[in-house]
C-alpha cells in the first residue's frame, strides 16, 4: 500500500486545499462572484479568475474541478445574515431599518441574483447553493423579526399576513428592477414596507 492509499483521497484532498489561507480563499471567492455580477454567468471563466487574482489556473482546478463548482462554493462562503443585530423594540421599525439594509445591498445581490438564475436552474448544486447564500438566511432572519412582534403582542399569532412578508419584500427587490429598471433602493424599499407591508399587519 503506498503512502497515498494509506491516507486516502480525502487526506489527499484535505492537504491540496490546506495551501490556500482562508484570506486567499476569499479573495477567490470575491473575484469569481464579482466576475459575475459584472460579466454574467456565462462569460466567466476559472482562466479569467486565475489571471484577475495573479494564480495559476491549475490552482483553482485543484481546489474547485468545475465552474459552477467554484462559483457554489463561493456563494456558500459568502452566505450571511445583514439582519442580524435589528432589534429597535418594535416590529414596525424593524421591519423598516431590514428594509433600509436590504435597500443598500439591492445593486450587488441583483445583480448576482439576475447573473444566475439561468445557470442555476440548469444546477442543482448552483441552484441550492444561491439559495443557502441569498435568500434562506435571510428569510428565517425576517422571520424571526416577525416572531419577536408576536411575542410582544403587536400582532396576532396568526395573523394571515404574517407569512407573506417575506415574499413581500424580496419579491418587491426582484421586481422593480424588472418592472420599472432601477433597483429597490433603501427609500424605495422603506416607502413599501411602510405603504403595503406594515398597513397589511395593522401597524403604522
Do not use: N
Not at 77 to 105: C, H, N, V
Amino acid at each position: 500500500m503506498t503512502s497515498q492509499d494509506a491516507d486516502g483521497p480525502e487526506t489527499v484532498v484535505a492537504s491540496r486545499r490546506s495551501k490556500i489561507t482562508p484570506e486567499r480563499e476569499r479573495e477567490f471567492f470575491d473575484a469569481v462572484l464579482e466576475q459575475v455580477r459584472d460579466c454574467g454567468y456565462d462569460a466567466v471563466t476559472m482562466e479569467g479568475v486565475a489571471a484577475s487574482t495573479r494564480c495559476s489556473k491549475s490552482t483553482l482546478y485543484r481546489q474547485w474541478r468545475t465552474k459552477p463548482q467554484f462559483v457554489a462554493a463561493a456563494l456558500r462562503a459568502s452566505r450571511r445574515t445583514r439582519f442580524d443585530g435589528i432589534d429597535t423594540g418594535t416590529l414596525a421599525d424593524d421591519l423598516r431599518q431590514a428594509a433600509r439594509i436590504a435597500g443598500a445591498w439591492a445593486d450587488k445581490d441583483t445583480r448576482l441574483f439576475q447573473a444566475l438564475s439561468h445557470a442555476a436552474m440548469q444546477d442543482p448544486e448552483l441552484r441550492c447553493a444561491l439559495r443557502e447564500a441569498l435568500i434562506e438566511p435571510e428569510i428565517e432572519a425576517l422571520k424571526e423579526l416577525l416572531r419577536r412582534g408576536v411575542a410582544r403582542g403587536e400582532v396576532a399569532a396568526g395573523h394571515p399576513a404574517l407569512e407573506y412578508v417575506p415574499a413581500q419584500i424580496f419579491g418587491v427587490l426582484r421586481a422593480r428592477p424588472v418592472l420599472e429598471g432601477e433597483d429597490a433602493d433603501p427609500d424605495y424599499l422603506v416607502g413599501f414596507v411602510e405603504a403595503a407591508v406594515l398597513p397589511c399587519l395593522g401597524l403604522t
